[in-house]
């Protein structure tokens, strides 16, 4: 049964129609205007940002410097802490979440239609890509700026990498991080913690649903001991992931045959070093030696940014065999304070009677006390009662040359053209007049 309207009732129904029509498309351009005004804002902003990162050369130079003078100040720990930090909350395995987040709000800003496969795709490669290029500006960049740095940073990836592999057995590179790290440069205390970790959560009785059931508490469980583990090793003070790391790469034995410190093949500059040490000490025993490493403390060094900065100091000591460092359960609150907060490693792990510490601010630790515990004849029968001798090498500054051969940028004096040296004088003020024969109708002086 159709009902029959009135005229007049089918035109107020047009008319509401028209009037929703016109109300809907009033929505749809004021949000296509809002779009357009964002994009235009963000487009705006851009442009500004360029621009003043063009003609505010200045500015943004003054502020880099700030900002590099600040961070180069910085220990490495704090360093490598940061940096780990930034990468496993901001670019880490568990914040995808995060990443959705921010990336849909980007997404969103710019105008763009809500589309869950887009960010999918830009969650699972934009922290990726972000990830490798962090990764190649640490070993490319602060490899050259800071190799004690990323000794440290790359030493505590592979402990939290294989903690972290120890919950996937089955994976073939969990054998190979296995077979080559947790044996060789771990130690054994991570060994044995790597084993439990194995042990625990590799049981081949359980069920696939116990697995499931269990496999989030695993996951917590072990980033759990890999974030502790991580903060142990880059903060406790019986090792040092630092100078002289050019050293240990590149000479077996810090002492050459001649008696000549392998310091010196880097640092060419002559300066005293002091060494103060008990002349007898008994068996078994915890002692002091005090390294003294004087320089004016006006002097100021070129920084790897060209910037002017305080010098770094650092000490190798060889020490007679059966000599080491004081474990850190025996070294008394008195000794500890004149310690600081410095770390000591040894050159190589099977020459524990050799010590190295450094680069460290210069400014506060030009004086360095070394922890020593004398071995005990009674113990160890290779060790008699003599007197034996002890070799110490110290520098400040950064060296004028890499082990390569190569030259740094400390203390390197160019000339500004090529030619002939033909005369160089000695002023009465000091410094010296150089002249350079650049062809026969031009002589360039030089005051130096």
């Not at 940002?49 to 943004?60: A, F, R, V, W």
């Not at 296995?178 to 439990?196: A, T, V």
């Not at 059931?213 to 072990?222: A, P, R, V």
């Amino acid at each position: 049964m159709i009902k029959e309207y009135s005229e007049t009732h089918l035109q107020n129904l047009r008319i509401g129609i028209h009037k929703e029509t016109i109300q809907l498309i009033k929505i749809h351009n004021e949000g296509r205007i809002h779009t357009i005004l964002h994009f235009s804002t963000n487009i705006i902003c851009f442009i500004i940002l360029s621009g003043y990162s063009i003609l505010g050369n200045k500015e943004l130079v003054i502020l880099n410097s700030w900002a590099q003078e600040f961070l180069y100040n910085l220990s490495d720990t704090i360093k490598a802490f940061s940096l780990l930090l930034l990468t496993d909350l901001c670019i880490g395995f568990h914040s995808p979440h995060g990443w959705e987040l921010m990336i849909g709000f980007v997404y969103k800003d710019f105008g763009f239609v809500h589309n869950d496969q887009i960010i999918s795709g830009l969650v699972s490669t934009f922290p990726v890509i972000l990830d490798t290029i962090l990764k190649y500006w640490i070993f490319r960049y602060l490899n050259r700026v800071s190799p004690s740095l990323v000794l440290c940073i790359s030493k505590t990836l592979k402990i939290v990498l294989t903690l972290y592999l120890s919950t996937h057995p089955g994976d073939s590179s969990y054998i190979l991080i296995q077979s080559n790290y947790s044996k060789s440069w771990i130690g054994n205390s991570i060994s044995d913690l790597h084993q439990f970790i194995v042990e625990i959560f590799g049981i081949n009785g359980w069920t696939m649903q116990t697995r499931n059931t269990f496999s989030w508490i695993k996951e917590q469980i072990t980033r759990s001991i890999s974030v502790s583990l991580m903060i142990y090793i880059i903060t406790r003070t019986s090792t040092s992931n630092a100078y002289p790391i050019f050293a240990q790469r590149g000479y077996e034995n810090p002492r050459e045959a001649t008696g000549r410190i392998v310091c010196a093949n880097c640092h060419l500059a002559n300066k005293p070093v002091d060494i103060e040490v008990p002349q007898t000490v008994l068996p078994d025993t915890v002692f002091e030696a005090v390294i003294r490493i004087p320089y004016d403390m006006q002097l100021k060094q070129v920084l790897a940014n060209g910037k002017k900065g305080g010098l770094n100091v650092g000490a190798v000591l060889i020490l007679p065999e059966g000599f080491e460092l004081a474990p850190s359960d025996r070294i008394s609150p008195e000794i500890r304070e004149k310690m600081g907060n410095l770390s000591f490693q040894s050159y190589r792990p099977n020459q524990k009677n050799i010590l190295v510490i450094g680069p460290v601010p210069g400014q506060k630790y030009s004086e360095i006390t070394f922890p020593i515990l004398s071995p005990d004849p009674a113990t160890k029968k290779e060790i008699h009662f003599l007197k034996y001798p002890i070799y110490v090498g110290g520098n400040r500054g950064r060296g004028q040359i890499y082990p390569d051969g190569s030259k740094s940028n400390n203390t390197v004096y160019n000339a500004t053209a090529s030619g002939i040296v033909s005369k160089i004088l000695r002023k009465e003020k000091g410094g010296y007049e150089i002249t350079i024969v650049i062809s026969q109708l031009m002589i360039l002086h030089l005051a130096t």
